[in-house]
């Protein structure tokens, strides 16, 4: 194994997986507001919504991430008459995806509260949206900690789907220096390890916060 390419490339893998863990966040982090909205749609009381939030969540799950990609990068264009920038693409096409799955991720987590929680908040006053939001909604949070940081990860490793659009996040990165290298052990080993120490650290960070908010 040729240590020299390596570490010539430590520096373009590194700014690829800057780009990941961009990708990555949005993602989640917009998926985590669409999967709020759809996981309490999920246990509402009004019937289209439920249907419609259960719907997306069937669609969305149902289908693989790359080709939700290619719909959004390749078919949305046809419809629209306009390209869509692969960022743009790539930040849709994972975000529309982690909500589905942040969605089931909390609508477990509002089911695993005891349902005598809601009654005492009705019988306090509070409108159901008020109860689910004041009393449910926090603890539910609490008890999706660990599978939330698990759809990170997942999402931080499915986000290399987007080099398929020619975006440069870490794989693309590796896949173009390997072009001009033909170095393939050193540059997958090297994206692996990479991959390997960004999973591992927000393994340890979500443990801890799990630790933390246990204690609370």
Known sequence: MNFEIIVQS???LLAGAGITIEISALSVGLGLLIGIVVGVCRVCLNKPLRYFAAFYVEIIRGT???VQIFVVYFALPMLTGSRVDPFI???AA??????AYVAEIFRG???SIDMGQMEAGRSLGLTWSQTMRFIILPQAFKRSIPPLGNEFIAMLKDSSLVSVIGFE???RRGQLIIARTYA???IWTAVAFI?????FTISRFVAYLERRYRND
């Open 10 to 12: 430590i520096p373009l």
């Open 64 to 66: 693989p991430l790359l």
């Open 89 to 91: 693409a790539a930040i």
């Open 94 to 99: 994972c975000s529309i995806n982690s909500g």
């Open 109 to 111: 987590g509002i089911q």
């Open 169 to 171: 996040e870490l794989t």
């Open 184 to 186: 393939s052990l050193e």
């Open 195 to 199: 991959y390997l120490v960004m999973t």
